[in-house]
């Protein structure tokens, strides 16, 4: 298995970060470009919710995004420093009367979502054939040389 983390300012600009180590990501594991929207959109969502509801766009405050790949699936969560919501009343929601238009993007292109951290950390699946090399260096790198990190462990 495969993990990535990226930590961000709660910037809306810092969105480009966000699409930039997820390119990273499918040139690493030779993730085809037909895939780019379904990763993109939900993961982009996440940290946008996570930016301005969770950490009220107070850029003091971290958006941590984290993935894990395997050779059948991506999970992605996203963690912010809010309070957390009511996310039960969310996801018992039907897509189509649902009043959030970020989670309903989210849970219609995942396999799989969970809340925890009083709804401040989202997690979710997404089934995409994946390239794992067995041997392969771990590295730290940084995004357009910002001060967000990401981390890559085996």
């Known amino acids: 298995m495969f993990y990535s983390e990226l930590q961000i300012a709660s910037d809306i600009n810092k969105l480009i970060d966000v699409e930039h180590f997820i390119i990273n990501l499918m040139d690493d594991f030779c993730i085809n470009n037909d895939y780019l929207g379904i990763i993109t959109t939900p993961l982009v969502e996440a940290v946008n919710n996570a930016i301005v509801h969770g950490n009220k766009n107070d850029k003091s405050k971290k958006v941590t995004i984290t993935c ?12 912010d420093e809010g309070a957390g919501f009511d996310y039960e009343k969310y996801v018992s929601e039907n897509l189509e009367n649902t009043s959030t238009n970020g989670l309903s993007i989210i849970k219609l292109l995942t396999n799989e979502i969970e809340f925890f951290d009083n709804g401040s950390t989202i997690s979710y699946t997404l089934n995409i054939p994946i390239q794992i090399q067995k041997e392969r260096d771990s590295t730290i790198s940084t995004i357009n040389k910002s001060k967000e990190e990401i981390k890559t462990v085996i």
């Open 68 to 79: 894990q790949l395997s050779n059948k699936n991506i999970t992605f969560s996203v963690t």
